[in-house]
């Protein structure tokens, strides 16, 4: 039964699926917030950044505001992820359920609570999801940025194709796949956000709670098999 459960679902913290669906989640939220919350990139800090002195040289002050609380709340997320490390056995798991949590909480928010409020509360989900799973295999990568990402791919290409290293052929691919996860995301969340509004976040939610899972129920099989 075990190995049926492992051969089924290699849902380990630095495998190809997890990397899949971690990206697909990251893009959707990117999508879903600045969509539906006032143009802002609740995942990428660096767009934050450029959008805050953007909007604070051409006197949008307060415009420009808006970018730094989720800038505070992926700093805070960053934070909570390395408390949870220290202080948690299965820590992967414990912060998979407070993305969770929180994802599915926000869905439930009414049209009259403040976009910045949400918009936090996205930054900090994703630092806690990059400041947790950032490793395919044995190599860094982020799940809700694509810059690193395409830098990894596009140099594991070279090395795979005119340095003919196996190594690095199988990393490009995964890197591709994950970008491609990320941006099939981005165009899912874009459609849903459009069309379902607020609530389109519980199709993230969903996708976190099912990884959860998943990820729970392989821990418990490896420590009762040890």
Do not use: C
């Not at 959008?51 to 307060?62: D, I, P, Q």
């Not at 909480?105 to 009414?110: A, H, T, W």
């Amino acid at each position: 039964m075990e190995h049926k459960f492992k051969k089924s679902l290699p849902l380990s913290a630095n495998s190809l699926l997890m990397a899949i669906l971690l990206a697909f989640v990251g893009g959707f939220l990117d999508a879903y917030t600045y969509v539906t919350r006032d143009g802002v990139f609740a995942t990428a800090q660096t767009g934050n950044t450029v959008l805050f002195a953007v909007r604070a040289v051409s006197t949008e002050y307060g415009a420009a505001i808006q970018n730094v609380p989720p800038f505070l709340a992926f700093v805070a997320g960053v934070l909570t992820a390395e408390y949870i490390k220290d202080k948690h056995d299965m820590h992967m798991w414990a912060v998979l359920l407070l993305e969770f949590v929180i994802l599915f909480i926000v869905g439930f928010l009414p049209e009259y609570i403040p976009n910045m409020l949400v918009t936090m509360s996205i930054a900090y989900v994703s630092s806690l999801q990059i400041g947790t799973f950032n490793k395919l295999e044995s190599w860094n990568y982020n799940s809700t940025i694509t810059t690193g990402n395409l830098r990894t791919a596009s140099a594991a290409f070279y090395q795979a194709y005119v340095g003919h290293d196996s190594v690095a052929k199988r990393k490009f691919k995964g890197f591709t796949t994950i970008i491609i996860s990320f941006i099939t995301g981005a165009l899912i969340g874009t459609y849903y956000s459009i069309h379902l509004g607020n609530r389109s976040i519980w199709i993230p939610a969903g996708i976190i709670l099912l990884i959860s899972s998943s990820y729970y129920q392989r821990r418990s099989h490896k420590e009762e098999a040890s």
